[in-house]
């Protein structure tokens, strides 16, 4: 490993004379990678092929864009039942994060411990206090969020929010699934105004909210029944609607199949639509949006 690493540095350094504020830049890209990928008890980067970049790179075969590219798809962490994606916050600007439903309490544990160590935000989906309870012994800074049933690691708590993200739930019911995009717009860096049960069958007390609706960049309105929450949004604001169907309401709801259709045959322009109970999938969008 040591004469690895000196391999490394001596290959960049040579480099760096020909092509210097480039390549500083690129050192410290592959020094990151290094650090943060070769993980104990993990997989380690594959050798072979960064020798070949950076070769490729010295010849002028490759470009520094080009090497930056192929480092972006490097790194994985092989645990036996998980392929741990390290290296998705650097391709996607968030680590990877864990669908909690089907795991046991021990699986997730353990993935959550991995990506803990090379990352400082870690979200859960849908889990149960149980499962909570395997990781807070692997990560003691693990917190629960019990109305989304979500689990979050957050230690970059200092980084100022971006304001222009606002949460809408239809009714009480919604609020789990509204939480859970709250939550998750909010660890992805965006600050977030919530605004709950304030559905069509009281539509006055969505029109109070006119003036926040209208200050946001991104609204995201979660509802269930007949879901027709966010057409009647996407009327009265003009930008991004992101709507959420959730699997609340009597027996011809279908689990959610009717508010999905609903929301999908919008008159309204500017609305998309995530899945049923999707509020992660709609949070993370709303975050993308906000950037």
Do not use: W
Not at 64 to 89: C, N
Not at 206 to 233: H, K, N
Not at 263 to 281: H, K, P, Q, R, T
């Amino acid at each position: 490993m040591a004469n690895f690493t000196i391999h490394i540095i001596a290959i960049c350094c040579s480099l760096s004379q020909l092509f210097r504020p480039a390549f500083y830049f690129l050192e410290g890209v592959l020094t990151r990678c290094y650090n943060a990928f070769t993980i104990d008890g993990g997989t380690e980067i594959d050798t072979e092929r960064l020798h070949q970049l950076l070769a490729g790179v010295k010849s002028g075969e490759v470009s520094i864009d080009e090497a930056l590219s192929q480092l972006a798809v490097l790194p994985y962490e092989d645990i036996g039942f998980a392929k741990i994606d390290h290296h998705r916050a650097l391709r996607r600007g968030f680590p990877e994060v864990v669908f909690g439903p089907r795991k046991t309490a021990e699986q997730a544990a353990a993935i959550v411990a991995r990506l803990a160590s090379g990352a400082d935000r870690v979200l859960v989906t849908k889990v149960a206090e149980e499962c909570f309870d395997a990781v807070r012994q692997l990560v003691p800074d693990a917190e629960y969020h019990p109305i989304a049933r979500a689990i979050t690691i957050n230690r970059a708590k200092d980084t100022p929010s971006r304001p222009g993200v606002m949460v809408l739930s239809g009714g009480t019911s919604d609020i789990p699934i509204a939480e859970e995009a709250a939550i998750t717009a909010e660890l992805m860096g965006s600050a977030v105004v919530r605004s709950y049960d304030v559905g069509v069958a009281g539509v006055h007390r969505l029109l109070d909210l006119l003036p926040q609706l209208r200050q946001a960049r991104v609204v995201v309105a979660v509802a269930g029944m007949e879901g027709a929450l966010p057409s009647v949004v996407g009327g009265l604001v003009a930008v991004p609607v992101i709507a959420v169907p959730t699997s609340v309401g009597y027996g011809a709801s279908f689990g959610g199949l009717a508010a999905l259709l609903t929301m999908l045959n919008s008159c309204a322009a500017g609305v998309s639509v995530v899945n049923i109970d999707n509020g992660f999938g709609a949070g993370y969008l709303a975050a993308l949006i906000n950037r």
